[in-house]
T-cell receptor, first 114, second 113 residues
Framework: DAGVTQSPTHLIKTRGQHVTLRCSPI?????VSWYQQVLGQGPQFIFQ???????GRGNFPDRFSARQFPNYSSELNVNALLLGDSALYLC?????????????FGNGTRLTVT | DAKTTQPPSMDCAEGRAANLPCNHS???????VYWYRQIHSQGPQYIIH???NNETNEMASLIITEDRKSSTLILPHATLRDTAVYYC??????????????FGQGTILTVHP
C-alpha cells in the first residue's frame, strides 16, 4: 500500500515568493497534519485538518495557510517567503481523529529559500 | 503537553538489544506515550504507542512503569539500519488538535558493527 506522498520532494524559492506544497494521505485516512522541521530540530506542528475542516493550528504566522480537498489530499501554502522558512515540510495522515490513532508521515518537501 | 526527557545519544552493538529510556513525570492519566524514529532525510516513522500496559509489535517493545512516569523502548536485536533519532512523545489527550505531536530533541541511537 502507498504511504503518505508529498510533492515536490525539493524546491528552491526566492525571498518574497509564494509556495504550494502538496500531500496525499494514506488511502482511507481522513485526517492530515502539517509539520515544519528546521535543520537540527524536531518537527513542529503547523496545522491539522479533518474532514476538510481545520482542527488545530500551531504557533505560525498568517503567511502559512492550508486546505483539505474532498479526496482528503491537502495543500500547504506559504506567502512572502523568508529565509527562515527554509526547512523540511512534513505531512502526516491518520485514519481517525483519536489520540490512540498513530500519525504516519511522508518523507517531506525540502524547501530552500534564497 | 507533558514534557519528555531523553538522553541525547546512545550507542549499541549490532545484534544486541537497544534500550532507550524516556522520562515523562508530568504525564496525565489519559495521555498516550508514542515513539517515533527518524532516519536522516526521511520523515518520522511510527514505532509503537501505549497508555499504561506494555506493548509489543514487530518492530519493538514498549515498557511503561506502573506510575507511568517513565518508559523504555526496546529494540530486541539492533541492526545498523536502526541508527536514527528516536523521539519519545506524550500525546496530549485534551482539546481538539488530534494531529498535534510535540517533538523534543530525541535520542540519537548509533548501532555499531
Amino acid at each position: 500500500d502507498a504511504g503518505v506522498t508529498q510533492s515536490p520532494t525539493h524546491l528552491i524559492k526566492t525571498r518574497g515568493q509564494h509556495v504550494t506544497l502538496r500531500c496525499s494521505p494514506i488511502s482511507g485516512h481522513k485526517s492530515v497534519s502539517w509539520y515544519q522541521q528546521v535543520l537540527g530540530q524536531g518537527p513542529q506542528f503547523i496545522f491539522q485538518y479533518y474532514e476538510k475542516e481545520e482542527r488545530g493550528r500551531g504557533n505560525f504566522p498568517d503567511r502559512f495557510s492550508a486546505r483539505q480537498f474532498p479526496n482528503y489530499s491537502s495543500e500547504l501554502n506559504v506567502n512572502a517567503l523568508l529565509l527562515g522558512d527554509s526547512a523540511l515540510y512534513l505531512c502526516a495522515s491518520s485514519d481517525e481523529p483519536l489520540y490512540n490513532s498513530p500519525l504516519h508521515f511522508g518523507n517531506g518537501t525540502r524547501l530552500t529559500v534564497t | 503537553d507533558a514534557k519528555t526527557t531523553q538522553p541525547p545519544s546512545m550507542d549499541c552493538a549490532e545484534g544486541r538489544a537497544a534500550n532507550l529510556p524516556c522520562n515523562h513525570s508530568t504525564i496525565s492519566g489519559n495521555e498516550y506515550v508514542y515513539w517515533y524514529r527518524q532516519i536522516h532525510s526521511q520523515g518520522p516513522q511510527y514505532i509503537i504507542h501505549g497508555l499504561k500496559n506494555n506493548e509489543t509489535n514487530e518492530m519493538a517493545s514498549l515498557i511503561i512503569t506502573e506510575d507511568r512516569k517513565s518508559s523504555t523502548l526496546i529494540l530486541p536485536h539492533a541492526t545498523l539500519r536502526d541508527t536514527a533519532v528516536y523521539y519519545c512523545i506524550v500525546r496530549n489527550a485534551g482539546g481538539t488538535s488530534y494531529g498535534k505531536l510535540t517533538f523534543g530533541q530525541g535520542t540519537i541511537l548509533t548501532v555499531h558493527p
